[in-house]
C-alpha cells in the first residue's frame, strides 16, 4: 500500500459525458502527478500540482482539467469524452518535486 | 518520439538465478533514473533509483546500474523469486530542466520459474 488513495476504482461512462477522478496523495507529500496508461502509449504524464499551483504539464488535452485543493488532494476532471479516453488514470505523490513518485491503485476509465 | 526505451518485452528466468532488465534512454538531459513494479489491477511501484552523479545503487536484492556514456541502465535482481514476477517499467526524469515529469519505457514483463 503506497499510502496514495484514489476513487473511483473502475468508472463507466459514455461518449460526451464528463467524469471527475480524486487523488489523495501519502500524507506530508505536497506534489501530485497524474499519468493515463493507455494500451498504445504505455504510461505518459499528463500535468503535477505542488502545493496547489500547477507545476508542470504534459500531454494533457484540453478537454482535461485538474486542480489540487487546499488540503492537498487532486482531482482530474474529463469531459467531452471519447471512445480513446478509456484508459487507466494513476495519480502518484512525492514529499518535493524531483524525489521518488509513489503510485495510487489507478482509475479504470471505460468510455462506452 | 520514444525517449525511453526497454527493448525486451519480456524476461523468464530460473528461481534463485540473477534477473537483468535494461533500459535505454536518447534524452541527455535526464538526470535521474527510477525502476517500478507494476502488478496486474494494481499502481506502479517504486524499486529503486539512482542519480545521475552515480554509477550504481543498491537496496537489498536489487541493484540498478547506470552508464551515462552508453545512456544505458540495468537493474539486477539477485536471487530471484517467484513473486518478483511482474511487469518492470524503466523512468526518467530531466529534473534541472523538465521539472519531475516521469518519462517511462514501455516495460518488460519478468516471469519468474520456481
Known amino acids: 500500500d503506497s499510502g496514495v488513495t484514489q476513487t473511483p476504482k473502475h468508472l463507466i461512462t459514455a461518449t460526451g459525458q464528463r467524469v471527475t477522478l480524486r487523488c489523495s496523495p501519502r500524507?506530508?507529500?505536497?506534489?501530485v502527478y497524474w499519468y493515463q496508461q493507455s494500451l498504445d502509449q504505455g504510461l505518459q504524464f499528463l500535468i503535477q500540482?505542488?502545493?496547489?499551483?500547477?507545476?508542470a504539464k504534459g500531454n494533457i488535452l484540453e478537454r482535461f482539467s485538474a486542480q489540487q485543493f487546499p488540503d492537498l488532494h487532486s482531482e482530474l476532471n474529463l469531459s467531452s469524452l471519447e471512445l480513446g479516453d478509456s484508459a487507466l488514470y494513476f495519480c502518484?505523490?512525492?514529499?518535493?518535486?524531483?524525489?521518488?513518485?509513489?503510485f495510487g491503485p489507478g482509475t479504470r476509465l471505460t468510455v462506452l | 518520439d520514444q525517449q525511453v526505451k526497454q527493448n525486451s518485452p519480456s524476461l523468464s528466468v530460473q528461481e534463485g538465478r540473477i534477473s537483468i532488465l535494461n533500459c535505454d534512454y536518447t534524452?541527455?538531459?535526464?538526470?535521474?533514473f527510477l525502476w517500478y513494479k507494476k502488478y496486474p489491477a494494481e499502481g506502479p511501484t517504486f524499486l529503486i533509483s539512482?542519480?545521475?552523479?552515480?554509477d550504481k545503487n543498491e537496496d537489498g536484492r536489487f541493484t540498478v546500474f547506470l552508464n551515462k556514456s552508453a545512456k544505458h541502465l540495468s537493474l539486477h535482481i539477485v536471487p530471484s523469486q517467484p513473486g518478483d514476477s511482474a511487469v518492470y517499467f524503466c523512468?526518467?526524469?530531466?529534473?534541472?530542466?523538465?521539472?519531475?515529469?516521469?518519462?517511462f519505457g514501455e516495460g518488460t514483463q519478468l516471469t519468474v520459474n520456481p
Open positions: 502518484a505523490s512525492s514529499v518535493v518535486t524531483g524525489s521518488e513518485q509513489f
Open positions: 500524507s506530508g507529500d505536497l506534489s
Open positions: 500540482y505542488y502545493n496547489g499551483e500547477e507545476r
Open positions: 534524452n541527455s538531459m535526464f538526470d535521474y
Open positions: 539512482i542519480s545521475s552523479i552515480k
Open positions: 523512468a526518467a526524469s530531466a529534473r534541472e530542466t523538465s521539472g519531475s515529469r516521469l518519462t
